[in-house]
């Protein structure tokens, strides 16, 4: 499509608002209201706010869909990759390996068990970590790796693995934003040690707005994570007292009661997005200056937003500039995702436990320095704009992003 832009008061390409994405129906409304009317009629009314059935029924049916022996419930994806952590009885100033490109929530739990986090570069054309930029960062402090599968995308994890059992390293997948992706066959979150979901309203299933999940196949870390998610309870145990330090990150029964259906429509969610992605790539293909990003063989990705590069090289004009073009013709597209995690403000400034600078100061630790330590996330975040996705397109907005970035490249693109 050619013509006037639309920022420069030319027509939008699109006029009709964003596709609308509609989570729950009646299906989750029956399931909260057995809750409800359960709680209304006298000694269980607890379970509404406590932990009971429906909890136990979720966290079984998570597993038994993922493809783990056991799957703990918690109350949100922050709050699993913490539990996780947790599990593993790390020491003080431990160091954990994880992405730079990833939500404050991969990295704050970290720090709140008193360990050093360690960022890896990503691979440009993935924005994932692999075993090569870890192992450039494990040192004998190291004790954990978290490979994020950022947008759907499975890192490559079977290098990772054999990275992690030489040097005696316990891996967490952050499947926060991967529900239902595959790597080689399998299920993320079932490859590592330990997986965690995140179960907020925007992922591709929820519990009612927020919520998470803890997977994994070793009898022991589970014990300890449903430990530590309820405040240290002797789950498993003969004492008769709390036995560990932990939080109450309980998932209530009100909550698992929606996300059950929830586990019942992935299956259909992840076939719609896979489709969506599939025409979106075809559609995209005749661009000059506009890609997604690479996706690796032997994965199926179950995409949660896309990540788009950007070739300034060939365009006039700077991607902040592109992505207001693109948005004015009726596509909802950011220019950036997040910055590099060490660039946040409380990583610089390592804003932890009041003015301690704890961990990172405690007696006998490394200095440890993030600024410039991950070039390839840096040309990332400076290339890749989001460009929002889910199983609520129809094929009409997938012709309409393709339609804008084409006519946005027919006035920007370098002649």
């Not at 399931?31 to 059935?53: N, Y």
């Not at 190291?142 to 490559?156: E, N, S, Y």
Request: aromatic share 8%.
């Amino acid at each position: 499509m050619s013509g006037r832009l639309a920022i420069d008061g030319g027509k939008p390409v699109r006029k009709k608002p964003f596709p609308p994405r509609i989570m729950l129906d009646g299906r989750e409304k029956t399931a909260a209201l057995r809750v409800i009317e359960k709680s209304m009629t006298g000694p269980d009314a607890i379970d509404m706010f406590g932990q009971g059935p429906e909890v136990e029924a979720y966290r079984a049916e998570f597993a038994q869909r993922i493809g783990t022996r056991f799957a703990a419930a918690v109350s949100s994806g922050t709050a699993a990759v913490h539990t996780a952590l947790a599990a593993l009885r790390l020491e003080p100033g431990a160091e954990v390996i994880t992405s730079p490109i990833t939500d404050p929530g991969t990295v704050t739990p970290i720090v709140m068990i008193n360990c050093i986090p360690i960022f890896a570069d990503v691979d440009y054309a993935t924005l994932n970590v692999t075993a090569d930029t870890i192992a450039a960062k494990v040192t004998k402090h190291t004790k954990a790796i978290i490979p994020v599968h950022l947008a759907g995308q499975p890192c490559d994890m079977a290098p990772i693995m054999k990275l992690a059992r030489k040097h005696k390293l316990t891996v967490i997948e952050d499947c926060a934003q991967a529900h239902g992706s595959t790597y080689h066959g399998k299920c993320v979150g079932t490859i590592g040690d330990l997986g965690t979901f995140s179960l907020m309203g925007s992922k591709h299933m929820t519990s009612g707005g927020q919520g998470g999940m803890v997977t994994t196949n070793n009898q022991a870390l589970f014990w300890n994570a449903k430990r530590f998610a309820d405040r240290g309870k002797p789950f498993n145990s003969r004492s008769k007292s709390n036995i560990m330090l932990g939080l109450n990150y309980r998932m209530s029964e009100l909550e698992a009661a929606i996300g059950r259906p929830q586990l019942k429509k992935l299956p259909g969610r992840i076939r719609k997005r896979r489709t969506l992605l599939k025409k979106l790539q075809k559609a995209l293909s005749p661009l000059q200056a506009h890609r997604p990003w690479t996706i690796i063989d032997e994965t199926e990705t179950n995409p949660w937003f896309i990540p788009l590069h950007y070739d300034r090289s060939r365009m006039t004009v700077s991607k902040a500039k592109c992505a207001a073009a693109i948005g004015a013709e009726g596509i909802r597209i950011a220019a950036h995702y997040v910055t590099p995690m060490y660039r946040h403000t409380w990583l610089r400034q390592r804003a932890s436990y009041g003015k301690s600078q704890y961990p990172w100061n405690g007696a006998g630790k490394r200095k440890i320095a993030y600024e410039g330590s991950c070039p390839e996330a840096e040309r990332a975040y400076a290339d890749y704009m989001t460009l929002y996705f889910h199983e609520g397109f129809e094929d009409d907005y997938i012709q309409d992003i393709a339609a804008a970035l084409a006519k946005v490249e027919g006035a920007y693109l370098k002649r």
